[in-house]
């Protein structure tokens, strides 16, 4: 008898094609949900557009690439995503523009330039973090999740209601949904956190910093590059560990971490 049962309700992972003006600009791999926000986000995240109003017409379109293996086809669904922005935009796009083929994994890779990888933001207004938010987190961001096997990205009110929860097979995909959802929807992100179920990289930290986002919180450890990151343009970083302590950065990394216990 075999001890192996059938596989069900996997997390999808599709192509999604993105174009700007009709020059294609990038190949993302995400779950096909939300994919407006994930396009307003994702295009804000990039430099695009700077504010919602820049976004002339998103036009997402289901499509079939086929992959030929001997006599049998394969249809790989896939997304076609033509973004129309304004003139303004699109000048300054057409300065600066490079083709990105991105993975589920890391979000930098593709790009070919450190100055592209690494940009210059500006530094937030401080915020002290927010322990009216920090209650049961890990239960609001499970009772928030429908997929299995995907990220997820929880945004709080700064008097910790929830406002919206997006999920992805990729966690920058998941955060650029979130944020995308902010943006259109105009909600200033000032004193707001956002809770994801993942590690905290560098590219999260610059999409929340970028966005106007007070506080990041994950499930578990950030790098030490994400930690410094963070620090330096006073963006709030917390872990949740697994035995339900919130760890804050907000010194250096090289300095005595600062830990605290969620009552």
């Known amino acids: ?24 600009h ?7 949900i939300d994919l407006e926000y994930f396009t307003i986000g994702f295009t804000f995240s990039e430099g695009i557009i ?6 002339r017409e998103i036009t997402i379109t289901p499509h079939a690439v086929e992959i030929p293996q001997g006599e049998h086809h394969f249809q790989l669904p896939s997304y076609k995503v033509e973004v129309e922005i304004s003139p303004r935009q699109f000048t300054r796009y057409k300065k600066h523009h490079s083709f990105r083929q991105g993975l589920t994994g890391c979000g930098l890779c593709g790009t070919t330039a450190l100055d592209t990888a690494i ?31 995907v990220h997820a990205a929880l945004l ?25 959802f902010a943006l259109k929807h105009a909600i200033p992100l000032t004193g707001y956190s956002v809770v994801m179920s993942s590690r905290c990289s560098v590219e999260l930290i610059q999409k929340a910093v970028k966005a106007g986002l ?9 790098s030490l590059l994400a930690t410094q990151m963070a620090h330096h343009y006073h963006l709030n970083l917390i ?3 697994r035995q339900g302590e919130l760890k804050t950065f907000p010194y250096s990394p090289h300095d005595e971490l600062k830990d605290f216990i969620d009552e």
Do not use: W, Y
Request: glycine fraction near 4%; hydrophobic fraction near 35%; include cysteine.
């Open 1 to 24: 008898m075999s001890q192996f049962s059938t596989a069900t309700a996997l997390a999808q992972e599709i192509p999604i094609a993105i174009s700007v003006n009709g020059i294609s």
């Open 26 to 32: 990038a190949v993302m791999m995400l779950t096909p």
């Open 50 to 55: 700077d504010h919602c109003s820049d976004l």
């Open 119 to 149: 940009p210059h933001l500006r530094s937030l207004t401080p915020c002290p973090v927010p322990h009216q938010q920090l209650h049961n987190l890990p239960n609001k961001l499970l009772s928030q999740q429908t997929l299995k096997g």
């Open 156 to 180: 709080l009110s700064p008097d910790g209601e929830i406002m919206t929860c997006h999920e992805d097979i990729g966690r920058h995909n998941a955060l650029d949904k979130t944020l995308g």
């Open 214 to 222: 007070s506080t990041l919180i994950h499930m578990s450890s950030p």
């Open 239 to 241: 872990q949740i560990t």
